[in-house]
Every structure is written in structure tokens, then in C-alpha cells.
């Protein structure tokens, strides 16, 4: 497994929001919930769409399209229309910086088609 990478710093992603980063050519999606931060796959199972660019409630990321949610510690969808879960990676926060894990977590969540 590779190190870690940093993908943003704590500025970049407030309380209650999330970020699109690339890491080893993944879309990831990073989330800030209370201050901690969470990092799953950036794309929707149902449909192609970005993560990222939907609310963040609670524990939970919501795709701005159809609505599916998805639990960001585990990656468990927990709404339709999507079926499939995301893969979750490994966070660490140094000082102000975000870490990613580039690989996913094993064992969590289905890879999205390519």
C-alpha cells in the first residue's frame, strides 16, 4: 500500500461540506462532519454524478441527483435509487494538511464500473 498524499488542507473543506480531490487518478470525495474528515468515492453508484457536490447531513453524503445516500464512515448506501455502497479510504489530518490513503479500504464498499 502506498503512503499517504496530500489532497487539501482544513480551510478547504468547512464543517458540513465536501470536496472533490484526485488521488492516483481516483475522484474522491473528502468530508468534513464536526471536524473530522471522511474520504469516499466521489462518484454516485446509481448514476455518474459527483459526491461531493451534494450535502452533507450528518454522517451521511446525499447525491445532488437522484437523492441516493451513502454513510460516509462505512460507504453503506442507505437510500435508493442507488443499491451499490462506495469504497471509504484512510484519513489522517497533520497540523492544517489532509492525508489520503490512495488505496481504497479493503472489504468496504463494490468498485463503480470503469
Known sequence: MAGFVKVATLGEVPPGTAKQVRVDGRLVAIANVGGTIYAVDDTCTHEDESLSAGPVVGEIIVCPKHGSR????????????????????????????????????????????A
Open 70 to 113: 451513502f454513510h460516509l464512515l462505512t460507504g453503506r448506501v442507505l437510500s435508493l435509487p442507488a443499491v451499490r455502497p462506495v469504497r471509504t479510504y484512510a484519513v489522517k489530518v497533520e497540523g492544517d494538511d489532509i492525508l489520503l490513503s490512495p488505496e481504497p479500504r479493503p472489504g468496504q464498499g463494490m468498485p463503480h464500473k
